[in-house]
């Protein structure tokens, strides 16, 4: 219900936007002039609309806010881009009009308001290219979509990751204008996930370029080199039931992991003691004999290109 009330709010945005940025760049401006010295009143339909805008406004940036797939650089810039055109045109063109308008009727420029939309964009446009260059070259922020880092991460987690240190790319077109570093094994990073660009994962790294990647009974082995683990008990939180949870040494990082050695798929229906918004439970019922996973078709090397960064603090359990 609140998502198809969002999607018609996000809807009704775009013409209400036009309306009332036609209206108020253009229009009103003709209506103060013509009923001075009286106080101009729009029409009972155009007040309604310019009542109803913030709450469209809302209503299509939460739309944008909870969507995976959403490419907030490209919002940032096209926000940038359009509230630059209407702040110069406007400084360039349509205030002398309005002076000279203003001069015809016998009165002062200053009895004609700037209109709120060139307002906005003079206000506006300045913080958005800030945050845009924030974003696109030193920190950004990330929601995990997934349990898939637990215990270090939990979806819905909000993580800053710092974009500086694996180089400088432009925004949208994601191209590296400087090279600085390269993922290293058992950092986190946050990439573009390669057959579908628009969604963002994270995962932590475990194989470099020319690594040879097993894992038998849920434990990994690079280049046939089991990773340093150590048993830390069960794992239960009410979604994950009886997990094994162990201290996982990945390159230079030591971290906590939890795993089921079973070759069977462990989604259940939620349990009614998991306080989280996951769909699913994992109840553990771990296999005797030894097992091997093995990798799924169309999975393959990340491509440096897609890596966005890495989370902050850097240095994790």
Known sequence: MFESILLILSCLLLPAAIIVIVD???????????????????????????????LLVIGG??????????????????????????????????????????????RAPAD?????????????????????????????PFRIPSDSMMPTLQAGDFILVNKFHLGLRLPVLNR???DIDEPHRGDVVVFRYPPDPAINYIKRVVGLPGDRIKVISDRIYVN??????????????????????????????????????????????????????????????????EFAHVRPGGHGRLPGAHCSGWPIPHDRR
């Open 24 to 54: 108020d760049w253009f229009l009103r401006p003709r209506r103060r002039l013509a009923a001075l010295p009286a106080v101009a009143v729009d029409p009972g339909w155009l007040r309604s609309v310019y009542s109803a805008l913030p």
């Open 61 to 106: 940036a939460l739309k944008l806010f909870r969507s995976e797939r959403l490419d907030f650089s490209l919002v940032l810039v096209v926000v940038s881009f359009v509230g630059g055109v209407i702040w110069a045109f406007d400084a360039w063109v349509l205030r002398r009009v309005r002076d000279r308008a203003a001069a015809a009727a016998g």
């Open 112 to 140: 004609v308001p700037e209109p709120g939309v060139v307002d906005y964009a003079r206000s506006m446009v300045p913080v958005v290219i800030v945050v845009l260059l924030l974003r696109s070259f030193l920190f950004e």
């Open 176 to 178: 590296k204008i400087l």
């Open 224 to 289: 046939d080199v089991p990773l340093d683990e150590k048993d830390l008990g069960r794992y239960s939180d009410g979604c994950y039931e009886d997990m094994r949870l162990a201290e996982v040494h990945t390159g230079e990082h030591v971290h906590r992991t939890i795993s089921c050695r079973s070759p069977d798929y462990l989604a259940r229906p939620q349990l009614p003691g998991c306080n989280r918004d996951i769909g699913r439970s994992y109840p553990c019922a771990e296999a005797e004999a």
